[in-house]
T-cell receptor, first 113, second 115 residues
Framework: DAGVTQSPTHLIKTRGQQVTLRCSPK?????VSWYQQALGQGPQFIFQ???????QRGNFPDRFSGHQFPNYSSELNVNALLLGDSALYLC????????????FGPGTRLTVT | KQEVTQIPAALSVPEGENLVLNCSFT??????LQWFRQDPGKGLTSLLL?????REQTSGRLNASLDKSSGRSTLYIAASQPGDSATYLC??????????????FGKGTLLTVNP
């Protein structure tokens, strides 16, 4: 049973560029959430997707956008990258509508230079 | 706005010691609380999930308790081992529950178990 997978593992981008990160949820899960974790901090909620719609959003600018596909996989897009966007980006999956725990992927390390 | 605090920020213990990690949250209207482990540069591994109606959960050498009214949770690790060395994070899910998946995390406790 495959857990949550994310790609790529590491990424280096230049300020002003755009980036796309990918996530495949754990088998049987239909809800995907994205988190940003800066060094030495706890993860911060970016947004959550269910049924291909953004259902909730944290305190992140519109430069952060996402998408969920019919197979429940998801993408996180960040435009006009800033140095402060350098972080570990984590994807979490769960079943919608219950008290289910969330499972996290290994993350994508994004470095903006 | 929910805030989660974890004390201590770092802890170093000799192998075999029992230890307690603390987590407090400001809004007691939570749906559940989850404890995670994070190895350096890696993702999060779920350790225990406690529903708001529960008082504790156990898994092997780990025991987590929840006192929702006082806004506190503890993670007890028995007979610690060097392999337990990692950062431990707690996270709460809002009381609006069902469709609200936003977890609010503490900054974590960095645990080092010395052989």
């Amino acid at each position: 049973d495959a857990g949550v997978t994310q790609s790529p593992t590491h990424l280096i981008k230049t300020r002003g560029q755009q980036v796309t990160l990918r996530c495949s949820p754990k088998s049987g899960h239909d809800t995907v959430s994205w988190y940003q974790q800066a060094l030495g901090q706890g993860p911060q909620f970016i947004f959550q997707y269910y049924e291909e719609e953004e259902r909730q959003r944290g305190n992140f600018p519109d430069r952060f956008s996402g998408h969920q596909f019919p197979n429940y996989s998801s993408e996180l897009n960040v435009n006009a990258l800033l140095l402060g966007d350098s972080a570990l980006y984590l994807c979490a999956s769960s079943l919608f509508g219950g008290s289910y725990e969330q499972y996290f992927g290994p993350g994508t390390r994004l470095t903006v230079t | 706005k929910q805030e989660v605090t974890q004390i201590p920020a770092a802890l170093s213990v000799p192998e075999g010691e029992n230890l307690v990690l603390n987590c407090s949250f400001t809004d007691s209207a939570i749906y559940n609380l989850q404890w995670f482990r994070q190895d350096p540069g890696k993702g999060l591994t779920s350790l225990l999930l406690i529903q708001s109606s529960q008082r504790e959960q156990t898994s092997g050498r780990l025991n987590a308790s929840l006192d929702k009214s006082s806004g506190r949770s503890t993670l007890y690790i028995a007979a610690s081992q060097p392999g337990d060395s990692a950062t431990y994070l707690c996270a709460v899910r809002p009381g609006s529950g069902g469709s609200n998946y936003k977890l609010t995390f503490g900054k974590g406790t960095l645990l080092t178990v010395n052989p």
